[in-house]
Structure formats: C-alpha cells, structure tokens
C-alpha cells in the first residue's frame, strides 16, 4: 500500500505562482512513476505532468508546458509541480498520482485545490 498526500494549493493572482508537494509513503519501493492530474468543476480529470522515479524522463500536457515544472526528490519519497504564470484556467482541483509496481496509475491522492483570479 502507498500513502499520498498533496499539498500547497490556494488562491493566486494571474500570472502568479504556486509550488505542489507531493508525499508518498508506505511501499514507495516499487514506484515507477508519479504524476499529476487536475479536474475543474464541470470537467473531466485531464493529465497535468509525470516524471519517471527512476530515470526522471518528464512528460507535461501541452496547456501547462514551458510554465509548470515536475521534480522529484528520491531521498524524501516527495514530488513537486512549479507552477508558475498561472492563469484562471488553471483553477482545478490537483491530484497526485503513483503507479507502484506497474505502469499504470494505482494510488491517488485526495487533491488540493488551486485558485488562479484576480
């Protein structure tokens, strides 16, 4: 079993900018990859960024390139999404993801919400 929890959601101005945490713990040796997804109130969940645990080969959506950055950190089981020049249609509810032991997505966290409004 994997334990995730999100964190560093809130209220930002456009073109403002917010970092994501997210920790894993419990059976975080099998973990292949973590990513990120996002759901905006009316919307299905669309994929946001991963990054692979092992070789840290980075995927990002078209809509947040260039402006989102995914990282990990091995040592503390903890992966972080920098989002920076955000804008409203960012507002969504963010989730991290882990696929341990396989390469689809198996944990998920319960989201944190981020507000991007002026």
């Known amino acids: 079993q994997v334990q995730v929890v999100e964190s560093g959601g809130g209220s930002v101005q456009p073109g403002g900018s917010l970092r994501l945490s997210c920790a894993a713990s419990g059976n975080t040796r099998s973990t292949v990859v973590m990513g990120w997804f996002r759901q905006a109130p009316g919307k299905e969940r669309e994929f946001v960024a991963s990054i692979n645990w092992i070789g840290g080969f980075t995927s990002y959506a078209n809509s947040v390139r260039g402006r989102f950055t995914i990282s990990r950190d091995n040592a503390k089981n903890t992966m972080y999404l920098q989002m920076d020049s955000l804008k409203p249609e960012d507002t969504a509810l963010y989730y991290c993801?882990?696929?341990?032991?396989?390469?689809?997505?198996?944990?998920w966290g319960q989201g944190t919400q981020v507000t991007v409004s002026s």
């Open positions: 993801a882990v696929a341990s032991g396989q390469t689809t997505y198996n944990y």
